[in-house]
């Protein structure tokens, strides 16, 4: 699948309820849960937060993400890893 097709990223999506948990997300993208957290913390991906350890994604903004996941990185190496 080439990430950045937004026809392979609907048709990731496509099951995906509109709001998303972490580990939803990270079982959606095979990496570690920890992972979906430094996404978050370090390259943008826009969290809804419900409580201190609560948080849901909105598909539109996972799907914005993944199309432009490419074009993120952090001040440390400019690698998004999986860990």
Sequence with gaps: MEVNDPKSVDALLSEAPDLITPEELAALMRVNPSTVT????????IAISLGPRLKRFRKEDVREFILHGDELS???DGEVSDG
């Excluded at 430094?38 to 991906?45: E, I, P």
Aim: net charge neutral; no cysteine; glycine share 10%.
């Design 74 to 76: 952090d001040s440390s």
């Design 38 to 45: 430094r996404w978050v913390r370090d390259y943008g991906l």
